[in-house]
């Protein structure tokens, strides 16, 4: 498994993967039943067995399969769309509790907190400064790449591409993010290792797979551009800025950016009304069934917390421990920061590494319960352990599509 089709290649894998990971349970509980029925048959072998097992194993779904009925609204043919948007009137604080683990964070939805007004005229100008920067290539070291080669407002300020592309056609190992989460977020990047908006700054124009430049000379170029100096005036009391304020420039810009406002917009705003019936059951099921709610939640749609999904190719030859990397400690292992998922659809290819290219690919993965970690912690302190909160859900073909429908109108 190589990366330099990434995107080829990243359809192939997880789903192959999963279908292995589904044989193997299987296998496993059929020689468990074999071991078993040469003890004692007994006429319930198979649903003794499937209550003894861990309530995912393959057998334990074959005795009892997947039965919405205790759910709210859940019928033994589907779901009750009538009873489901009787319990999706208004805001969230009148919607039915999530499914989220006991002892897990989390926030309600709510609207995408507004740009606060700028304080002051310098504000503004840091605003308006910082903005310009983000577009300018002079900040790369041969003036061919910005920060919005990367980082495109119609791609969910992504750039769709599975790793991103810096100066020379450099490829760095992990795919743009999104930037929505960013001016909100504690730790910048999937691993966290950017403690503000200007160490990010700094990270990117000096990251020789990014813009490939020192400081000093970014900064040299816009000194010495006369288009700028009215805002760096404005912004400093002074034309001669040092490379702190040319990175604070830079996060006032990113601060102020913000999700197009979409249909899941007025759902939170509590006009559920305008939700068709697929989009509302996906609603229903992010929130409940599929446990999305765990990690995706608060009004970005993210704790903004690292979580290992088993997608760190650990031992392989793409390997990324993710957060690991950033703090050598042995709890990061494999853990990525959660995404936003306002503009989702927008923002393919999808994960750390681009390995998603389709939705529903996406989620027939987390459906899987995500693939198995290959190695065993016990004999390698280094293996990866997959979260908790990722289990095997059981949503069908029309959840899963219910959910795809939710996630393009985020
Ligand atoms: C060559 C493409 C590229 C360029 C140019 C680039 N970035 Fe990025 N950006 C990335 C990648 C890739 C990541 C994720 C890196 C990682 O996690 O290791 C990222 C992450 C970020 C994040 C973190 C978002 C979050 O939620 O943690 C911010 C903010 C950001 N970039 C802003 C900028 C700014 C500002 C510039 C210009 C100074 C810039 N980027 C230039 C590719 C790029
Ligand atoms: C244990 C926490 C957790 C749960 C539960 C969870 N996610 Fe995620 N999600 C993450 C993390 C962490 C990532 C990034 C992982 C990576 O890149 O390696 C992610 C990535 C994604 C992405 C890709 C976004 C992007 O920009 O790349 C989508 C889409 C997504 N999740 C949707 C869902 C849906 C739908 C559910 C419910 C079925 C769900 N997630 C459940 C933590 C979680």
Not at 35 to 55: D, F, H, V
Not at 145 to 157: E, L, N, T
Not at 316 to 329: K, V
């Amino acid at each position: 498994m190589t990366h330099p089709t990434p995107r080829k290649k990243a359809i192939g894998w997880p789903a192959r993967h999963a279908l292995a990971v589904g044989y193997a349970a299987l296998a496993l509980a059929c020689a468990s039943a074999a071991q078993t029925a040469g003890a004692s048959i007994g006429a319930n072998a198979t649903s003794e067995l499937a209550a003894s097992a861990a309530p995912n194993t393959a057998l334990a779904r074959l005795a009892a399969p997947a039965d919405n009925r205790t759910a709210v609204c859940g019928l033994p043919a589907g779901w009750d769309m009538a009873c489901l948007r009787a319990q999706y009137q208004g805001p969230p604080a009148h919607w039915p509790r999530p499914a989220v683990d006991a002892g897990k964070d989390w926030q309600e939805w709510a609207p995408v907190p507004a740009v606060p007004t700028p304080a002051d005229a310098a504000e503004q100008a840091r605003r308006l400064l910082g903005q310009a920067l983000f577009f300018d290539p002079g900040l790369s070291n041969k003036g061919r790449v910005a920060c919005a080669s990367c980082h495109q407002a119609d791609k969910s300020f992504g750039d769709g591409l599975a790793l991103s592309v810096g100066e020379d056609r450099l490829m760095g190992r992990r795919r743009a993010q999104p930037l929505f989460a960013a001016p909100f977020a504690d730790r910048l990047f999937w691993d966290g290792r950017a403690p503000s908006l200007q160490a990010q700054a700094k990270d990117s124009i000096r990251n020789p797979f990014e813009m490939n430049n020192t400081l000093a000379a970014a900064l040299a170029h816009i000194r010495a551009q006369p288009q700028y100096r009215d805002w760096m005036q404005a912004a400093y009391g002074h034309t001669d800025i040092g490379e702190d304020e040319m990175v604070d420039a830079i996060a006032s810009f990113v601060r102020t950016i913000r999700p197009p406002a979409t249909l899941a917009d007025a759902a939170i705003a509590g006009d559920t009304g305008q939700l068709n019936d697929q989009q509302l059951l996906g609603l229903h099921l992010f929130r409940t069934k599929a446990r999305c709610m765990n990690c995706h939640s608060g009004p970005l749609l993210t704790d903004n917390a690292f979580h290992d999904l088993g997608l760190s190719f650990y031992s392989r030859r793409n390997q990324d421990l993710g957060r690991f990397e950033a703090t050598r400690d042995k709890a990061d292992l494999g853990k990525f920061r959660t995404p936003s998922l306002r503009g989702v659809a927008h923002a393919g290819p999808w994960m750390h590494n681009g390995l998603f290219a389709s939705l529903p690919g996406l989620i027939r993965l987390y459906n899987a319960g995500m693939g198995t970690v290959p190695g065993d912690p016990a004999q390698d302190p280094y293996v990866p352990p997959k979260s908790p909160h990722i289990r095997a859900l059981e949503l069908d073909a029309a959840e899963i599509d219910a959910v795809v429908e939710w996630l393009k109108i985020l």
